[in-house]
């Protein structure tokens, strides 16, 4: 039997899992576990957390809004377009390291 995670980092894998910035496939890739494992995870911490399947967090004033999901996309995308920039930057300092004169 595989040894179990350290409290702390099940706690870490849980919190960037409920923030919904990304997938539980690529949290669960991006930490090492299973996507089962994280899923199990989650529903122990969401019944220990008192909260609802179904929810992401726990309720409040603004939860589940439309303006919150918005961010969560509008924050990724800008997370997405700032990795294909600096690509885009080493590519051109590749590619202009053969051009340059020597």
Do not use: H
């Not at 894998?13 to 669960?28: E, M």
């Not at 989650?42 to 004033?61: N, Q, T, V």
């Not at 800008?78 to 053969?98: G, H, P, S």
């Amino acid at each position: 039997m595989p040894k179990p995670f350290p409290t702390e980092f099940r706690r870490d894998v849980i919190a960037v899992a409920r923030q919904g910035d990304q997938s539980i496939a690529q949290v669960a890739r991006s930490f090492g576990v299973s996507e089962s494992c994280l899923s199990r995870w989650l529903r122990i911490a969401d019944r220990e957390d008192g909260i609802e399947p179904g929810e992401s967090a726990p309720a409040g004033p603004t939860a589940g809004t439309d303006l919150e999901a918005e961010n969560r996309e509008l924050r990724r995308r800008t997370k997405q377009l700032e990795q294909e920039n600096e690509i885009l930057r080493r590519a051109t300092a590749y590619f202009a390291r053969d051009v340059l004169p020597k």
